[in-house]
């Protein structure tokens, strides 16, 4: 997917007035109706700005930064800032979305936030699987922190059985190959392959961790409703925007705005069925559209680079937490007691390593999922609204 040109928050929005609104302008002239169409074209342009300003600034920082919880919580409250601007368009050109063909536009917008909802909640129940790993991570700090004591064999056959567990959940269930090794190395270090317990042997089974919060089905895709949410995202025709009032614009952003921090926050956070195979398309007179497209490309790139298969998320701190107990897993495996001061040593700097990881999992998990809670509400909130009035507005006619 080629990437669009853009000059950021100073590139010349005449351009995309030339392009765009000016097809509307031309009809109001002509006709000499709509006295507010400044204003109009006031809050219109305005949009676009906020929508520029808010991904330029988002496009702009370090690959070290990018996916990181920050990141991703900046990216969340940049679209609740533009869809806010949006509700205000909305409900504030009230008698230009009843109008057709704009009442049908709004509804298939309103019919994508549906959709929206779904992946917010799914991303929320991602957050509370995380919450899960950290039970286990819990679990290994406690048994290998040494303080006045030395790390015996108890403590070490303790840790490893947690992460033996934790990457059996983090697995993908397809992926049986990995599943049986993981299984092999547990058992060898005196696990019996079997366990009397027949319900604690089902918590065992990758992927059962699926359905211990999950919101959504066990078919339902996160794959699938990004592409639903994609489908049919072109940019109006210049008949379009005339028929509008150009009020085809503002919805085209929202909705390609939507579909991108959708597309994101599912690359970044675990999900049922993840996938992240979508492209988008936008003209360059769009003076968002280069930074939206570089991000996208960027993050494709990040997957690439990690090979990581779609499964676990690319939130930076995901990844840190998968390398730093791979590390830790892999020095367990050739300890041979008593251990040696090395050894000791070794193992003291991956747990230190690892809770400083697992302390900004804890600090970052919080605020992320408020914002995902807050996306929530607000794209609910558009909608009902919306909807509302659209029906008022019909039985009145």
């Known amino acids: 997917m080629r990437s669009t040109d853009s000059s950021g928050p100073s590139s010349p929005f005449a351009s995309l007035g030339r392009s765009v609104f000016g097809f509307r302008r031309e009809q109001v002239h002509s006709t000499g109706s709509n006295p507010d169409s400044d204003l109009l074209d006031s809050m219109l342009e305005s949009f676009q700005k906020q929508v520029t300003d808010r991904f330029h600034e988002l496009s702009g920082v370090s690959d070290d930064e990018l996916l990181s919880f920050a990141w991703?919580?900046?990216?969340?409250?940049?679209?609740?800032?533009?869809?806010?601007?949006?509700?205000?368009?909305?409900?504030?050109?009230?008698?230009?979305?009843?109008?057709?063909?704009?009442?049908?536009?709004?509804?298939?917008?309103?019919?994508?936030?549906?959709?929206?909802?779904d992946i917010c909640n799914a991303t929320r129940d991602g957050i509370e699987k995380v919450r899960l790993w950290l039970k286990h991570l819990d679990i290994v700090m406690s048994a290998l922190a040494s303080g006045q004591r030395t790390i015996g064999e108890g403590q070490v056959r303790r840790a490893r059985k947690a992460l033996v567990d934790l990457a059996l959940g983090m697995l993908e269930e397809k992926d049986n190959s990995s599943v049986s090794v993981l299984s092999h190395r547990h058992r060898s270090f005196g696990r019996h392959a079997a366990s009397k317990d027949h319900s604690q042997h089902r918590l065992q089974r990758p992927g059962h961790s699926r359905s211990l919060s999950w919101s959504v089905s066990r078919s339902w895709s996160a794959a699938k409703q990004l592409q639903s949410i994609a489908?049919?995202?072109?940019?109006?025709?210049?008949?379009?925007?005339?028929?509008?009032?150009?009020?085809?614009?503002?919805?085209?952003?929202?909705?390609?705005?939507?579909?991108?921090?959708?597309?994101?926050?599912?690359?970044?956070?675990?999900?049922?069925?993840?996938?992240?195979?979508?492209?988008?398309?936008?003209?360059?007179?769009?003076?968002?559209?280069?930074?939206?497209?570089?991000?996208?490309?960027?993050?494709?790139?990040?997957?690439r680079k990690r090979n990581h298969k779609n499964a676990n998320g690319l939130l930076k701190e995901i990844y840190q937490m998968e390398?730093?107990?791979?590390?830790?897993?892999?020095?367990?495996?050739?300890?041979?007691?008593?251990?040696?001061?090395?050894?000791?040593?070794?193992?003291?700097?991956?747990?230190?390593?690892?809770?400083?990881?697992?302390?900004?999992?804890?600090?970052?998990?919080?605020?992320?999922?408020?914002?995902?809670?807050?996306?929530?509400r607000r794209i609910m909130n558009c909608r009902t609204e919306g909807l509302e009035f659209l029906c008022r507005a019909g039985s009145m006619d």
Request: glycine share 2%.
């Open 72 to 117: 991703v919580c900046k990216l969340l409250d940049a679209f609740i800032c533009c869809q806010d601007e949006f509700k205000l368009i909305l409900l504030s050109n009230k008698e230009l979305i009843v109008k057709h063909p704009t009442d049908r536009m709004v509804n298939e917008f309103f019919e994508k936030s549906v959709k929206a909802l």
């Open 231 to 303: 489908n049919n995202l072109v940019p109006p025709r210049a008949s379009e925007i005339i028929a509008t009032s150009g009020f085809a614009i503002p919805l085209f952003t929202i909705s390609f705005v939507l579909a991108f921090v959708l597309w994101a926050l599912v690359a970044a956070i675990p999900c049922q069925d993840r996938g992240i195979n979508i492209n988008f398309s936008v003209p360059r007179n769009f003076p968002w559209a280069g930074s939206i497209l570089s991000l996208h490309e960027r993050i494709l790139e990040e997957s």
């Open 323 to 376: 390398k730093c107990t791979e590390h830790l897993m892999d020095l367990l495996d050739f300890v041979h007691f008593p251990l040696t001061e090395e050894q000791n040593i070794e193992i003291e700097r991956q747990v230190e390593e690892l809770g400083l990881v697992c302390e900004a999992l804890v600090k970052g998990l919080e605020p992320l999922e408020l914002q995902v809670r807050e996306m929530f």
